[in-house]
């Protein structure tokens, strides 16, 4: 019962902080409700699973447009989701309140240098991509970071540092998403020192209620912004803000939009879209059956192939539902290496997974919503996250990432670069494959603000 090791774990803190007023004051301000449901729905075994008793792949719209009446939409749409950006009604807003314990890099994520010429951080290369695109558009477009208590203070100071990149302080908002205990498997909480407990951010589920509470969605409605463009900090080639699906995500009347990528295989490690009824829902990867996921269309593309890069539109009024707490997201486990003191004192630095930590998802909002749509997206062109430094989603595959996509970019305008060379593009005055393709690029200036370019 989770309400036995509430009450064990509420007479060992009075126990242990007896000499510390300030781990009292911790344990006091606890919400024991809430880490009461963490432990129903994280500890205690579960009976059966929780996978929806019926669904099947989710539908989504395909990258370019497959016939002549989906052609018409995609203009409509493109068309509308410039509309809505020039009138203002959208902002952008990234999740950058994780810990990055795979990446080991000693800063928030958002900081590490990431472009393959210049080294630019995350933030500076969305900073300029929404600069860039606010002139397009002539807008002001409005930032939104949430970071977590930890971060909070490093990632105000860098931009501070870098003077806002230019966007207008005013323009940029930074707030700290919640955290949550960690326990042991057992449930007991676990100490950082003496005199606090081991806490860490709940989720980037936490994001919706954080935007709240932050008085963020109140000044987007002061703004008039009516749509969300959300992304994660750790992927340095999202669209920010991307007119066709932010355009069609409105046409559809939808509460929250989703891009989609084609899995590589049955077994890629992304959540999958299901559908279930008229509703989307996110199946893990973990937890999609076997069976399932290698089953198979007639045309031999497998079934459950929309994987999800979380990417996302999210409609204001719609987060405004979280408001009252009456919706939640269910809370899930995440198995972590988490350094703490025992009851003796002892300092305990695990070499394996020692702790649970309590996280909600973003995703977990798919099934409330309203006319949830997907719209593929092409990997190449707009997904390739820095999760690790080496290996699969590290620094060096995103930088080849990056460096590829510059080179397809150009080679598109008509631009030869030869195979040898590093290519890196300012997101400021090219925040777009778009823009490149409207530049007059006869006069390129090489290695000026716009291009950089070394040989090999
Ligand atoms: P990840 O799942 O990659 O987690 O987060 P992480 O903490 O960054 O990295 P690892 O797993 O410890 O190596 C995906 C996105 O969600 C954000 C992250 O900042 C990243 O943009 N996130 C994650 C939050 O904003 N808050 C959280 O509590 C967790």
């Given at each position: 019962m989770a309400m036995d090791i509430i009450e064990k774990n509420k007479t060992r803190m009075a126990h242990l902080s007896e000499n510390s007023a300030e781990l009292s004051k911790q344990v006091d301000s606890l919400d024991w409700?809430?880490?009461?449901?963490?432990?129903n729905e994280c500890i205690l075994p579960k009976e059966e699973t929780s996978l929806p008793a019926e669904y099947?792949?989710?539908?989504?719209?395909?990258l370019a447009p497959e016939t002549a009446e989906q052609k018409i939409l995609y203009d409509k749409a493109f068309r509308h989701g410039e509309f809505l950006i020039r009138n203002g009604k959208t902002a952008a807003f990234t999740v950058a309140g994780g810990q990055g314990t795979r990446l080991g890099y000693d800063g928030p994520k958002g900081t590490l240098p990431v472009s393959p010429i210049k080294k630019k951080p995350l933030?500076?290369?969305?900073?300029?991509?929404?600069?860039?695109?606010?002139?397009?558009?002539?807008v002001t477009i409005p930032w939104y970071i949430m970071c977590s208590p930890l971060n909070l203070e490093a990632t105000?100071?860098?931009?501070?540092?870098?003077?806002?990149?230019g966007l207008g302080k005013e323009n940029l908002k930074f707030f700290a998403q919640g955290v949550m205990p960690a326990t042991d498997f057992e449930g007991n909480l676990l100490r950082a020192s003496q005199d606090s407990l081991?806490?860490?951010?709940?989720?980037?589920?936490?994001?919706?209620?954080?935007?709240i509470d932050s008085g963020s969605v109140a000044d987007m409605a002061k703004r008039g912004v009516d749509?969300?463009?959300?992304?994660?900090?750790?992927?340095p080639l999202v669209s920010t803000i991307n007119p066709l699906f932010i355009g069609l995500h409105d046409l559809q009347q939808s509460d929250m939009s989703s891009r989609s990528l084609t899995k590589t295989g049955p077994f890629e490690k992304l959540g999958n879209f299901v559908s279930i009824g008229d509703r989307v829902t996110i199946i893990e990867y973990s937890d999609l059956p076997e069976e399932k996921a290698l089953e198979k269309e007639h045309d031999g593309r497998i079934k459950y192939r929309a994987?999800?890069?979380?990417?996302?539109?999210?409609?204001?009024?719609?987060i405004e539902q979280f408001a009252s707490g009456k919706i939640k997201l269910p809370y899930h486990r995440a198995e972590k290496k988490v350094t703490h003191i025992d009851d003796s004192g002892n300092l305990i630095n695990p070499a394996q997974p020692n702790a649970v930590k309590f996280e909600t998802f973003v995703f977990d909002a798919l099934p409330l919503a309203k006319n949830p749509l997907i719209l593929e997206a092409d990997r190449l062109e707009e997904f390739s996250p820095v999760k690790n430094m080496t290996g699969v989603d590290s620094l060096e595959s995103s930088q080849f990432d990056q460096i590829k996509r510059a080179k397809r970019w150009l080679s598109n305008a008509n631009i030869k670069i030869p195979e040898s060379s590093t290519?890196?593009?300012?997101?400021?005055?090219?925040?777009?494959?778009?823009t490149i393709l409207n530049a007059d690029l006869n006069h390129i200036d090489w290695n000026t603000d716009q291009i950089y370019i070394t040989q090999k």
């Open positions: 409700d809430e880490l009461t449901s963490a432990l099947g792949p989710a539908s989504y719209f395909p933030f500076q290369l969305f900073a300029e991509q929404i600069h860039g695109l606010s002139k397009v558009y002539e105000t100071s860098h931009f501070e540092e870098k003077n806002y990149y081991a806490l860490s951010p709940n989720g980037h589920g936490g994001s919706l209620k954080a935007l749509h969300i463009s959300y992304f994660q900090v750790d992927n994987g999800s890069p979380a990417i996302h539109i999210l409609r204001r009024d719609f290519i890196e593009l300012c997101p400021l005055s090219y925040p777009s494959e778009l």
